[in-house]
């Protein structure tokens, strides 16, 4: 899987920003302990299992901190890895490899444990149900984290809030109720759309009896059991897509899709996972 053009650029003052953060006004310690460049190769190794993401933008930090290293890149976004693969070798001076170390690392621990974790779902469900993310994302990384989600053989749900029409209880709260938030919803962008979807969630059968009108396109059952929500699949027409989220995890994602989930979206993809482990190590012989 490669970078679209489009990403790339805005990636560029990410990582940008990224390195000013952590190198400020020098690596003091790096210009303390060899004050003269000299040549160093490096290698970036797995230690762990599972889905690669993040190796282009890793190449990115190495070039934006000295576009004169040699960068090779051994492995590809969305291979397969096991511990002890060899992911990159990088070569040139040693003080430019020590300042863009941790930054690269970083964005390839964040995104392959993302990608990663996105895959353990996927293979559990087995195509029976697509694995959606959420908003439930890092500031200012939204972009890169649905990148690793996909990456990992999941999909995106909404990007923001800005391309998708998603009812939630607060916005029915504020309304004076779903059915009048549902009714303003329809009459403001009909009932034929060819882009913007329009999704309303559901805590109880009351509630998706109302969202279940022409027009809603995804009816979101929030915090139900798999055994609720497949008796409302048997009960609902199947022109009505069925998304579940709330309490999603590695042992019950199964059992949703079973029970009739078309999506099944799962805030923890991005807010909580735990980092993919690599390690970068330097030869100057």
Known sequence: ?????????????????????????????????????????????????????????????????????????????GEKIKEGDLLMKIAGNGGSLLKAERVALNFLGRMSGIASYTNQFVELVEGRSVILDTRKTTPTLRSIEKYAVRTGGGSNHRMGLYDQILIKENHAEWAGGLQKALSNALAAVGTDRDLIQLIVEARNKEEVKIAS?????????????????????????????????????????????????????????????????????????
């Open 1 to 77: 899987m490669m970078l679209d053009k489009k990403l790339k650029e805005e990636l560029t003052d990410l990582v940008v920003r990224s390195l000013a953060e952590d190198i400020g006004d020098g690596d003091l310690t790096t210009e303390i302990v060899v004050s003269e460049p000299r040549y160093a190769k490096a290698t970036i190794r797995s230690k762990d299992d599972g889905i690669l993401a993040g190796i282009e933008i890793a190449e990115m930090v190495f070039l934006q901190v000295d576009d004169l290293l040699k960068v090779e890149k051994l492995k590809e976004d």
């Open 213 to 285: 009108v022409r027009g809603v396109d995804r009816i979101l059952l929030d915090n139900m059991t798999p055994e609720e929500v497949k008796k409302i699949r048997e009960e609902l027409p199947g022109r009505w897509k069925l998304e579940v989220s709330g309490g999603i995890n590695l042992e019950n994602v199964r059992s949703y899709a079973d029970a009739g989930a078309d999506y099944i979206s799962i805030g923890a993809l991005t807010h909580s996972v735990k980092a993919f482990d690599l390690t970068m190590l330097i030869d100057a012989s």
